[in-house]
């Protein structure tokens, strides 16, 4: 036995008539597909159902599954208390994930654990799942702040238990889709909200989960979704299987994308082992930028993979090219891993003789110093993609309408604190975004008064 099928859900307190007092009833395709998924749950009669929600307990590096014996929840902060739960655990299938992670060394367990009732990312779907069925044991998880990589590995994990344990089991993605569909919406609209919408429900409809890697978090967070890295662990959960999909309804009009697709299990399919696949495809095209990287990358390189492995700063090559050793400047040394930041550090003035030991030296510091960041492993190197920027001297200017978002970075100063932004940068659009977020990194107040300056950069990739 292992995961039989599927189902990607949403989950809108108010599609419970309790709840919706009439208000459901304007999402009815909505309501008659989840009763079809919790039918085809029931025929299923699985043994486990494991639900993956954003509204559980969720840390930035780590995924929590809920422990115990019992689960407990109601619909109290929705007006509707009489709206009761109260379902088993699967302890023993939580205590294998457990196991498992932990000889991996994978983030994920039941560590950190508050008391806290069941989420309504897990009740909604529940409730229409009792109405249906009630003969199973229930595992909880949420999601992390980690990248969607590291959630379709948590939901290769999940599968492995239930084929380890023997469990007949059934996977419920819990998420919606954008929230920004519509101006009268709750959260308004923007322009990336359809198209996540139409793009999330064509790549899940037909079950091309490796698509699912392609979604920029820019792009996600722009159309706010809250369900796209549930549906990843859901992708890993089946992993190697073939998969018939079916895309059972998509609505918006609320101004939030609910949509509903079932995925059932009808065998293994190699093709389908999608991380594999788009791990593989991410070294070639790392192998290929390495092999064209300058010699100001190809410094900072050495002297991260250097330090990483040896715990000491290297020497200035003797083959580094004259201009390094003759110019002296401020330089950023920028690390990503898979398409999200790693580690930056930069000196807006020289501090060293030279920019090859500024460059040498900033990439020590990106490696091991970022406070955002645990310092980076040595089975990380391979991942990394480097970048080098050379600044300018910074110029004071008078108001920010002599600022430019692709052209210029900018420091935001107010007495000794100080908060600088690189330009040219995914997802900072405005001026506005460029120095609020310039004022946090500062610690500085947004209402307080300061001096701004700009510079330039030449990025070295």
Same mark, same amino acid.
């Given at each position: 036995m292992s995961i039989t099928a599927a189902f990607m859900v949403p989950h809108p307190p108010m599609i419970v008539p309790a709840i919706g007092q009439g208000s459901e009833?304007?999402?009815?395709?909505?309501?008659?597909?989840?009763?079809?998924?919790?039918? %085809?749950?029931?025929?299923i009669r699985p043994d486990t159902i494991i639900i993956s929600s954003p509204h559980s307990?969720? #840390?930035? +590096?780590?995924?929590?599954?809920?422990?115990?014996?019992?689960?407990f929840g109601s619909f109290s902060d929705f007006r509707a208390p009489e709206i009761r739960m109260d379902l088993k655990y699967d302890e023993e299938f939580t205590a294998y994930v457990s196991k498992l992670c932990s000889e991996k060394s994978f983030p994920a367990g039941t560590l950190g654990? %508050?008391?806290?009732?069941?989420?309504?990312?897990t009740m909604v779907p529940l409730w229409f799942?009792?109405?249906? #069925?009630? +003969?199973?044991k229930l595992v909880r998880t949420g999601l992390s702040g980690l990248d969607l990589f590291k959630h379709y590995e948590y939901g290769m994990i999940l599968k492995k238990a239930a084929d380890d344990l023997g469990r007949r089991a059934v996977f419920v993605a819990s998420g919606d889709l954008s929230h920004k569909l519509q101006t009268y919406g709750p959260y308004g609209f923007a322009e990336e909200g359809p198209v996540y919408d139409e793009r999330i429900m064509d790549v899940c409809g037909a079950a091309r989960f490796g698509e699912l890697f392609d979604f920029d978090e820019t792009f996600c967070e722009k159309a706010a979704e809250c369900g796209h890295r549930s549906f990843v662990i859901m992708a890993g959960a089946l992993d190697g299987e073939a998969v018939k999909s079916e895309k059972l309804s998509h609505e918006d009009v609320t101004g939030v994308g609910y949509g509903i697709c079932s995925f059932d299990v009808t065998g293994q399919d190699e093709d389908r082992h999608f991380l594999d696949k788009k791990l593989k495809d991410i070294d070639n095209e790392l192998e290929e930028k390495k092999e064209k990287e300058d010699a100001y990358v190809r410094l900072a390189r050495a002297s991260a993979e250097y330090f990483v492995k040896n715990k000491r700063q290297m020497r200035v090559p003797s083959d580094v090219p004259e201009e390094l050793?003759?110019?002296?400047a401020g330089a950023f040394v920028s690390i990503h891993k898979l398409g999200r930041l790693r580690g930056c550090i930069g000196t807006i003035l020289p501090v060293t003789d030279n920019l090859a030991e500024e460059i040498i030296r900033n990439a020590v510091s990106a490696v091991s110093e970022d406070p955002r960041f645990d310092a980076v492993r040595p089975d990380e190197l391979k991942w990394l993609e480097i970048n080098v920027d050379v600044l300018t001297t910074p110029e004071r200017i008078s108001s920010k309408a002599e600022l430019d978002v692709k052209r210029y970075g900018v420091i935001v100063q107010q007495g000794m604190k100080r908060g600088l932004l690189l330009p040219d940068l995914d997802g900072v659009d405005t001026v506005e975004d460029q120095i609020d977020i310039a004022r946090r990194k500062g610690n500085i107040a947004p209402d307080a008064d300061?001096?701004?300056f700009r510079f330039e950069v030449v990025r070295h990739r």
């Amino acid at each position: 036995m292992s995961i039989t099928a599927a189902f990607m859900v949403p989950h809108p307190p108010m599609i419970v008539p309790a709840i919706g007092q009439g208000s459901e009833e304007r999402i009815t395709t909505t309501v008659r597909a989840y009763e079809e998924v919790a039918k %085809r749950i029931a025929r299923i009669r699985p043994d486990t159902i494991i639900i993956s929600s954003p509204h559980s307990v969720m #840390y930035a +590096d780590y995924f929590h599954i809920s422990p115990g014996n019992r689960a407990f929840g109601s619909f109290s902060d929705f007006r509707a208390p009489e709206i009761r739960m109260d379902l088993k655990y699967d302890e023993e299938f939580t205590a294998y994930v457990s196991k498992l992670c932990s000889e991996k060394s994978f983030p994920a367990g039941t560590l950190g654990e %508050r008391k806290r009732d069941l989420d309504h990312g897990t009740m909604v779907p529940l409730w229409f799942i009792l109405k249906e #069925y009630t +003969d199973f044991k229930l595992v909880r998880t949420g999601l992390s702040g980690l990248d969607l990589f590291k959630h379709y590995e948590y939901g290769m994990i999940l599968k492995k238990a239930a084929d380890d344990l023997g469990r007949r089991a059934v996977f419920v993605a819990s998420g919606d889709l954008s929230h920004k569909l519509q101006t009268y919406g709750p959260y308004g609209f923007a322009e990336e909200g359809p198209v996540y919408d139409e793009r999330i429900m064509d790549v899940c409809g037909a079950a091309r989960f490796g698509e699912l890697f392609d979604f920029d978090e820019t792009f996600c967070e722009k159309a706010a979704e809250c369900g796209h890295r549930s549906f990843v662990i859901m992708a890993g959960a089946l992993d190697g299987e073939a998969v018939k999909s079916e895309k059972l309804s998509h609505e918006d009009v609320t101004g939030v994308g609910y949509g509903i697709c079932s995925f059932d299990v009808t065998g293994q399919d190699e093709d389908r082992h999608f991380l594999d696949k788009k791990l593989k495809d991410i070294d070639n095209e790392l192998e290929e930028k390495k092999e064209k990287e300058d010699a100001y990358v190809r410094l900072a390189r050495a002297s991260a993979e250097y330090f990483v492995k040896n715990k000491r700063q290297m020497r200035v090559p003797s083959d580094v090219p004259e201009e390094l050793l003759k110019t002296r400047a401020g330089a950023f040394v920028s690390i990503h891993k898979l398409g999200r930041l790693r580690g930056c550090i930069g000196t807006i003035l020289p501090v060293t003789d030279n920019l090859a030991e500024e460059i040498i030296r900033n990439a020590v510091s990106a490696v091991s110093e970022d406070p955002r960041f645990d310092a980076v492993r040595p089975d990380e190197l391979k991942w990394l993609e480097i970048n080098v920027d050379v600044l300018t001297t910074p110029e004071r200017i008078s108001s920010k309408a002599e600022l430019d978002v692709k052209r210029y970075g900018v420091i935001v100063q107010q007495g000794m604190k100080r908060g600088l932004l690189l330009p040219d940068l995914d997802g900072v659009d405005t001026v506005e975004d460029q120095i609020d977020i310039a004022r946090r990194k500062g610690n500085i107040a947004p209402d307080a008064d300061v001096e701004l300056f700009r510079f330039e950069v030449v990025r070295h990739r």
